[in-house]
């Protein structure tokens, strides 16, 4: 799948500039870079949900979790059921995501952590060719990060969906990422197979990013 290159640009100053690129079926790519860097509005504009400087081809079948997800005023389950009408689907995102306790709670007055895990699964109820997450574990503590990272991957492998994931975590990248693509000041600096860009990446901004956010 190709995807096609963009900018946007505020009162003159370019806050993004993608060069576009190609991303393959059933793989993970983790956008990583500093706060500022671009990364939020390269999914923005990348889902549709904000528009590029110029209009551009954007792929048709789009997954997109944003970093704060909505929660309709229905049940938990109700608001999962929207993703696509699979009961035994939701049933078991909701035992995985472990969101069982919570099925008939209003979904609006969830905590962040179980409003996050709730839009994932909703999400997860449909097929993508693309699926974009921004931050989609912030919220969330550890055990149910662990889970939420499980439910990515094999989503992925099972639905063969190119999967773009935002994430502040180098962590998170090195566990679940195929893929890295560093972005530095608006600019995709450089990408490549996650063993290369994380551990040995070959531009001198890269490599300080990695050494101030622990490689």
Request: with cysteine; proline share 5%; hydrophobic share 40%.
């Amino acid at each position: 799948m190709k995807l096609p290159a963009f900018s946007k640009t505020y009162a003159d100053s370019t806050v993004l500039d993608f060069p576009g690129m190609e991303v393959e079926p059933g793989r993970i790519y983790a956008i990583i870079g500093a706060n500022g860097s671009g990364k939020s509005t390269f999914a923005k504009i990348l889902s549709g949900v904000l528009p590029a400087d110029r209009k551009v081809a954007l792929p048709q079948s789009v997954g997109y979790l944003p970093q704060k997800p909505y929660a309709f005023r229905m049940s938990t389950r109700k608001n999962i059921l929207l993703g696509g009408t699979d009961a035994s689907r939701a049933d078991a995102l909701m035992k995985d995501l472990r969101l069982c306790h919570l099925e008939k709670k209003r979904a609006d007055r969830l905590s962040g952590g179980e409003t996050a895990r709730m839009a994932l699964a909703r999400l997860m109820m449909g097929q993508y060719d693309l699926v974009i997450l921004d931050e989609p574990t912030a919220a969330m503590d550890i055990e149910t990060t662990a889970a939420a990272e499980s439910r990515i991957l094999d989503y992925t492998r099972r639905s063969g969906c190119a999967m773009i994931l935002v994430t502040h975590s180098l962590q998170q990248a090195r566990r679940v990422a195929d893929e890295a693509l560093f972005f530095y000041k608006g600019r995709l600096l450089e990408s490549g197979p996650k063993e290369q860009v994380l551990y040995q990446p070959a531009q001198p901004e890269t490599r300080r990013f990695l050494e101030f956010y622990g490689q």
